[in-house]
């Protein structure tokens, strides 16, 4: 027998990290939180930042996190924004402030490569056995 298994078990699981590659794609170490914050935002379109630190509801992330993962997710990573480092936003969000309820209050909204994600995600979850 061949010492390397390489026998497909489980297809829900083989499915969940084939979606996981797709993220690699953007960065190879994406931490799960940000991907987490992406499938989010994904979910909840033109959610606010806010709704990701809502505990019951969103994500339960610190003002904070809410703001960094949403930065690298965004056109512009805020370490290149500050210009201490080269680090490229992963560009599958917009953040845009949302005037109509408050100033200070900024609206997720999926980019055109954030939904391209999304539609290569559900083409996986849609495949059948």
Do not use: W
Not at 29 to 40: C, E, G, K, R
Not at 85 to 111: A, F, H, Y
């Amino acid at each position: 027998m061949d010492p390397i298994r390489n026998n497909l078990t489980d297809l829900k699981i083989d499915k969940l990290c084939r979606i996981l590659d797709l993220f690699r794609v953007y960065d190879k170490d994406i931490p799960t939180q940000l991907v987490s914050t992406f499938l989010y935002i994904a979910a909840h379109e033109n959610c606010h930042k806010q709704a990701l630190e809502d505990k019951d509801t969103g994500l339960g992330l610190s003002t904070a996190a809410a703001s960094r993962n949403t930065d690298a997710l965004a056109k512009v990573h805020r370490l290149e924004r500050l210009g201490t480092s080269r680090k490229k936003g992963l560009n599958l969000i917009i953040k845009e402030v949302d005037n109509s309820v408050n100033p200070r209050r900024v609206q997720l909204k999926l980019t055109r490569e954030g939904s391209t994600l999304v539609k290569n995600i559900k083409a996986i979850l849609n495949e059948k056995a």
